[in-house]
């Protein structure tokens, strides 16, 4: 497993004060084919892991600097500690009881952010999807916006996919339709 | 157990925040006032407030990280 996350990655810096080994344990959750491949065409300038001290956010895409920050110091009962129920739980990175898993997570929802960053075609499939009335949002939080829908969706779809399909197949769908077009060179 | 946030709350706001933005009128008081609202409307779940990120100009998310981080700083 370590060995694959030597390889060259798709982003220019990365800042974690995390140990190498914990911080390795975060970043394996992009090491997916899908997510690498859309990377390579769309890279992120920088990955901050790291405790924060931020009462108001916790973990955040910088739309202009293409940059994430996530929040380290993540607290059973603050951050994570949710039950898994799609349609009912809050949000996905809450719904785990571990710490790392809501990490990779919360990794996880500003990556999908950033791949709707600037590619048309992701936010005309986002928005279409967002607007279907046949969707189901899988968490609560997704049915906040459309981007919300398309990042809540992107990680319930890294995470349980079944549970994406059963659930909500238009948000299913959406993310097998962004993920294809992520990975296209852009025009 | 998490505490529950105000989901209506919530969605109002994302609706708001992205009229103002659609608007052109969002600037950095009027950010900070939205995340203001949704810090209380999340109830103490700062994960549910990263639907305003979008509309932040870099210079106010840093900001507001330096200030938090002041605020956290015990007093000499």
Redesign the interface.
Same mark, same amino acid.
């Given at each position: 497993m370590p060995q694959k996350l030597e390889r060259p990655l798709p982003y220019g810096s990365l800042r974690s004060d995390l140990s190498q080994e914990r911080t390795r344990e975060i970043l394996r959750v992009l090491d997916r084919p899908e997510i690498l491949d859309a990377l390579k065409r769309n890279k992120i300038m920088s990955i901050v892991l790291e405790r924060l001290p931020e009462k108001s956010q916790s973990a955040y895409y910088d739309f202009a600097q293409k940059s994430i920050t996530v929040n380290t110091a993540r607290k059973l009962g603050i951050h994570f500690g949710e039950e898994w129920r799609p349609g009912r739980t809050g949000n996905m990175s809450a719904a785990t009881k571990d710490k790392a898993e809501s990490t990779r997570r919360a990794l996880l929802q500003e990556i999908a952010h950033h791949f709707e960053n600037g590619n048309t075609e992701v936010v005309r499939l986002r928005d279409a999807a967002f607007r279907d009335p046949r969707k189901r949002p899988i968490t609560r939080y997704a049915a906040a916006d459309a981007g919300e829908y398309w990042a809540e969706s992107f990680v319930a779809y890294m995470v349980d996919p079944d549970a994406l399909a059963t659930y909500d197949p238009v948000g299913s769908m959406m993310v097998k339709k962004v993920l294809s077009a992520a990975r296209r060179p852009t025009p | 157990?998490?505490?529950e946030?105000n989901?209506d709350e919530?969605?109002s706001l994302? &609706?708001r925040a #992205?009229e103002i933005a659609a608007d052109g009128k969002m600037d950095r008081e009027t950010w900070r006032g939205l !995340?203001?609202e /949704?810090?209380i409307a999340s109830n103490? &779940?700062?994960? !549910?407030? @990263?639907?305003l /990120?979008?509309y /932040?100009? @870099?210079e106010w998310?840093r900001e507001?990280?330096e200030e #938090? &981080?002041g605020?956290?700083t015990p007093a000499a």
């Open positions: - | 157990m998490m505490p946030p989901w919530i969605y994302a &609706r #992205e !995340l203001h /949704a810090a103490g &779940r700062p994960d !549910l407030t @990263s639907f /990120a979008r /932040a100009k @870099s998310t507001l990280r #938090e &981080r605020r956290k």
